[in-house]
């Protein structure tokens, strides 16, 4: 069996308003794209990496991995192709690249998920091999509220137990097989998921899920760059 990681990275980060996509910004010295590639490359059970691009930072993405990869296991590792113009084509066309079988396991990432653990990862490849997928993610601890939209604002329409709801965040871990055929039945039906996990459930397969941390952040305002240099510098003293 093979695991297979693909991170989509064509995004352009406009909540963060800055000149680059986010992940292309510099955390501790490092663009955050090669912390995360960093994190997977370090598990010995990832047999390759994909990274979903835009055609027009290829040259970059390419530029970075041959620069910072020496020494972490990038070499014939790591690959780049071309993203697509949304997270699920990104994806798709990820896995049109990859040379799994169908019993093979395919972890998607988000690319400004710097600080994933190795515990975690291996942790989601384990509950794919039982379950067939499987996602990371943290149990609530507010109250949850769902709302109706209005152009007064928003109106509580019901409170939901915090037991039945949990956060999700990456990776989300499938056996290649039922994923491909999740997507194909995807663009198909012309359905565009909010991730993965969603476009999986669809097709209707149970999705498993891994217990994850808040460290595991995703860098996706003002505010978490500074988050996350906090937490690695905690990861440095622990050590």
Do not use: C, W
């Not at 027009?56 to 993405?61: A, F, L, N, Q």
């Not at 093979?104 to 975690?120: E, K, Y």
């Not at 990862?121 to 149990?139: N, Q, S, W, Y």
């Not at 003002?222 to 988050?227: A, C, N, S, Y």
Request: proline fraction near 5%; charge should be negative; aromatic fraction near 6%.
């Amino acid at each position: 069996m093979q695991v297979f990681v693909i991170l989509p990275a064509a995004g352009l980060g406009t909540r963060m308003a800055g000149p680059q996509p986010k992940q292309f910004l510099s955390l501790d010295g490092l663009p955050i794209l090669i912390h995360s590639l960093r994190a997977f490359a370090a598990v010995k059970q990832v047999t390759a990496i994909y990274v979903a691009v835009r055609k027009t930072e290829i040259e970059r993405v390419e530029a970075q991995i041959a620069e910072h990869g020496a020494g972490y296991g990038f070499e014939g590792r790591v690959h780049v192709v071309e993203g697509g113009d949304n997270r699920q084509e990104s994806v798709a066309n990820a896995l049109a690249a990859i040379p799994a079988a169908d019993e093979d396991v395919v972890l998607v990432h988000d690319a400004v998920r710097p600080l994933i653990d190795a515990a975690t990862i291996e942790r989601t490849i384990d509950a794919v091999m039982k379950h067939g997928a499987a996602i990371v993610g943290l149990p609530a601890v507010d109250t949850i509220k769902q709302v109706e939209r209005t152009a007064h604002g928003a109106l509580v329409t019901a409170t939901i137990p915090r037991e039945f709801v949990v956060l999700a965040q990456t990776p989300q871990g499938f056996r290649f097989g039922l994923l491909r055929a999740a997507f194909a039945e995807a663009t198909e039906d012309g359905f565009v998921g909010t991730d993965e996990a969603s476009v999986v459930e669809r097709a209707g397969h149970a999705v498993a899920v891994v217990p994850g941390s808040p460290v595991n952040l995703k860098i996706t305002q003002p505010g978490d760059l500074e988050l996350a240099e906090f937490y690695l510098r905690q990861r440095r003293i622990a050590v």
